[in-house]
């Protein structure tokens, strides 16, 4: 089975904290990508990565930045947190062979006080 | 752009009873299309996908869906629900050229079923 670890349950943070959350999958998967979940708003991802050191912006980059140093992990950055960025926060994986079925991790729920 | 719709926040029905839960997708080309379900405090799970082929497709956990793409939809759908099939369900299509391999979501729909 394919797995996808999300380094933290649950964080809480201070405004203006700089926030990683880590996630890795073990399945050689060429693409990871970064989501946010709101209550009424669904999942809206943020930055995606279809392969190591590259990225691409997704729906809602803004004050967000990813690094994807090695293929099975990928990072989400919060480089100055706000309480807006309070929320549920999902990483998941595919393979292009897999017709891009993704994987999701368990997910951070991540309060900025 | 790609857009998924889902246009019921909750959906309630009776254990042993059909239940449907609704869909419906705006993209250029044919579409991939995905179901997945949300237990509480976990992550997304794949239930089934239409790519091509029979407009009905079966999945995990006996659900299946209908690709309707003269109405745009992508129903999904089980002949007899479960308490146990309570949870969160999203809807997502990709285009099968172009945008690269993002998934745009549904808000998602509540299912709750009932003894």
């Known amino acids: 089975d394919v797995k996808v670890t999300q380094s933290s349950r649950y964080l809480v943070k201070r405004t203006g904290e700089k926030v990683f959350l880590e996630c890795v999958q073990d399945?050689?998967?060429?693409?990871m990508f970064w989501y946010r979940q709101d209550p009424g708003l669904g999942l809206r991802l943020i930055y995606f990565s279809y392969d190591v050191k590259m990225k691409e912006k997704g729906d809602i980059p803004e004050g967000y930045s990813v690094s994807r140093e090695k293929k099975e992990r990928f990072s989400l950055i919060l480089e100055s947190a706000s309480t807006n960025q309070t929320s549920m926060y999902l990483c998941?994986?595919?393979?292009?062979?897999?017709?891009?079925?993704?994987?999701f991790g368990a997910g951070t729920r991540l309060s900025v006080l | 752009a790609q857009s998924v719709a889902q246009p019921e926040d909750q959906v309630n029905v009776a254990e042993g009873n059909p239940l449907t839960v609704k869909c419906t997708y705006s993209v250029s080309g044919n579409p991939y299309l995905f179901w997945y379900v949300q237990y509480p405090n976990r992550g997304l799970q794949f239930l089934l996908k239409?790519?091509?082929?029979?407009?009905l497709v079966k999945g995990s956990y006996g659900f299946e869906a209908e690709f309707n793409k003269s109405q745009t939809s992508f129903h999904l759908k089980k002949p007899s629900a479960l308490v146990s099939d309570s949870a969160l369900y999203f809807c997502?299509?990709?285009?099968?050229?172009?945008?690269?391999?993002?998934?745009?979501f549904g808000t998602g729909t509540q299912l709750k079923v009932e003894l």
């Open positions: 997502a299509v990709r285009a099968l050229t172009g945008g690269g391999n993002k998934l745009t």
């Open positions: 998941a994986s595919s393979l292009w062979a897999q017709g891009n079925i993704q994987y």
């Open positions: 399945m050689d998967h060429e693409n």
């Open positions: 239409y790519i091509t082929g029979d407009n």
